[in-house]
């Protein structure tokens, strides 16, 4: 079994849920008492939300490689960053160390088109929705036509993000906001929508809309899985 290096502690609340996940597939898949090798660094997300607020991505990447290369040297043999928004500086991770970074956005598109979904919905902070590093990957490698809620909606589900759920505070009435974009958007065209931030899982579930939902937190932890036992013998 190969060691899964994960990049956490932005929210802690979802990388409990990688946590989670990663462990409860391994001993669905293996059974007996196995569980997942993995090694977790977990950031402070105080200091990492303050210098997105301040736009200091160069700040935050020196932070993420020291993650990266102290996983790297603990012997992990390949990383997951447990966020979608920090997937912004996978390039600069990578140019760091040696062993691979699985990017979220890869599995997600990947689930997407197994559905014959060519349209897709996309919510997650406004660095996810807004930038160009999580849709042009999509968009560019994978040929996905990603749409994104307006301007208005965007700040309602960033806010929802930073001010209730990476605080482990779940609302009737933010369910209902989200469910009432997610209908925008489908309205729009949206074929599925991608759950693009690692929080907003702990708000949506498929029951919530008619539209397939793609859940990046299980997705992304479900691939660090299949990469690490690949070449398990039971």
Not at 49 to 73: F, H, N, T, V
Not at 137 to 151: A, Q, T
Not at 214 to 221: P, V
């Amino acid at each position: 079994m190969k060691t899964i290096g994960i990049i956490g502690g932005m929210s802690w609340e979802s990388s409990a849920e990688y946590y989670r996940i990663i462990n409860e597939i391994v001993k669905e898949t293996l059974g007996k008492s196995h569980s997942a090798k993995s090694i977790m660094y977990s950031v402070d997300f105080e200091e990492i939300e303050r210098l997105q607020k301040q736009d200091e991505w160069d700040d935050m990447a020196d932070i993420l490689i020291e993650a990266a290369i102290s996983l790297e040297k603990a012997g992990a043999d390949f990383i997951i960053i447990a966020t979608n928004t920090m997937h912004k500086l996978v390039s600069n991770i990578e140019d760091n160390i040696v062993i691979p970074v699985i990017h979220i956005a890869d599995p997600t598109a990947i689930a997407i088109k197994n559905q014959e979904i060519k349209k897709i919905a996309l919510l997650g902070t406004k660095y996810t929705m807004e930038g160009d590093f999580y849709r042009g990957r999509l968009e560019k490698h994978h040929k996905l036509e990603v749409i994104i809620p307006d301007e208005e909606d965007r700040k309602i589900i960033h806010d929802i993000i930073y001010k209730e759920l990476i605080h482990g505070k779940v609302y009737v009435e933010s369910r209902d906001a989200y469910k009432e974009i997610i209908e925008k958007l489908r309205d729009m065209g949206a074929e599925g929508v991608i759950l693009g931030c690692t929080e907003i899982g702990l708000l949506i579930k498929q029951k919530d809309t008619s539209l397939p939902v793609f859940d990046t937190t299980m997705i992304h932890a479900r691939t660090a899985v299949e990469l690490a036992l690949e070449e398990y013998n039971t």
